[in-house]
């Protein structure tokens, strides 16, 4: 019982850590988008643009995780321990969609890096299309990055969770 405890410990410990690099990259991008900004040029606003949008939700989002992870040990861990059931009934399904939505969201960041490499490459030299393009490209491969990180995790934590349905007492 203590091992499958300490599995999900490790599982929530790992998502509260990446998602405390998404803040840091959120906050980080922020301060960029500041700075760009005050450069006062279209490729540079271009930049800051990017950087705004995609660091809002690296905040956003990150701070969501960050905030529910410590929740989810311990409610994962009562299941484990007193309530079984809604180890298949609610956190199965909860991490179904969780590894559907981080599989979608990487298709969006490739999306979004190949929109960023067009603008980057065919707009016009110090443009704000091509500030854009660049900043989209920086941005979305770290989240890129960062989400295919969590969708192996995912997947590595639901074939666990689903394992201890074999093993139900």
């Given at each position: 019982m203590d091992s499958m405890v300490d599995s999900?410990?490790?599982?929530?410990?790992?998502?509260?850590?990446?998602?405390?690099?998404c803040i840091f990259m959120g906050l980080f991008s922020l301060v960029l988008m500041v700075y760009f900004l005050a450069k006062g040029t279209p490729f540079y606003n271009g930049i800051s643009y990017a950087f705004a949008a995609i660091g809002v939700i690296q905040l956003v989002v990150g701070g969501m995780v960050y905030l529910r992870s410590d929740m989810d040990i311990v409610s994962i861990s009562y299941f484990i321990q007193k309530d079984f059931d809604m180890i298949k009934d609610k956190e199965i399904p909860r991490m179904e969609m969780h590894v559907k939505n981080l599989a979608l969201y990487f298709k969006?960041?490739?999306?979004?890096?190949a929109l960023g490499l067009m603008l980057w490459f065919f707009c016009p030299s110090l443009s704000l299309g091509k500030g854009i393009g660049i900043g989209l490209v920086i941005q979305s491969s770290m989240m890129c990055f960062l989400d295919y990180l969590a969708e192996q995790r995912g997947k590595v934590y639901l074939d666990f969770l689903k394992s201890l349905l074999k093993q139900e007492p």
């Amino acid at each position: 019982m203590d091992s499958m405890v300490d599995s999900v410990y490790h599982y929530f410990k790992a998502e509260k850590k990446d998602s405390a690099y998404c803040i840091f990259m959120g906050l980080f991008s922020l301060v960029l988008m500041v700075y760009f900004l005050a450069k006062g040029t279209p490729f540079y606003n271009g930049i800051s643009y990017a950087f705004a949008a995609i660091g809002v939700i690296q905040l956003v989002v990150g701070g969501m995780v960050y905030l529910r992870s410590d929740m989810d040990i311990v409610s994962i861990s009562y299941f484990i321990q007193k309530d079984f059931d809604m180890i298949k009934d609610k956190e199965i399904p909860r991490m179904e969609m969780h590894v559907k939505n981080l599989a979608l969201y990487f298709k969006a960041e490739i999306g979004c890096i190949a929109l960023g490499l067009m603008l980057w490459f065919f707009c016009p030299s110090l443009s704000l299309g091509k500030g854009i393009g660049i900043g989209l490209v920086i941005q979305s491969s770290m989240m890129c990055f960062l989400d295919y990180l969590a969708e192996q995790r995912g997947k590595v934590y639901l074939d666990f969770l689903k394992s201890l349905l074999k093993q139900e007492p």
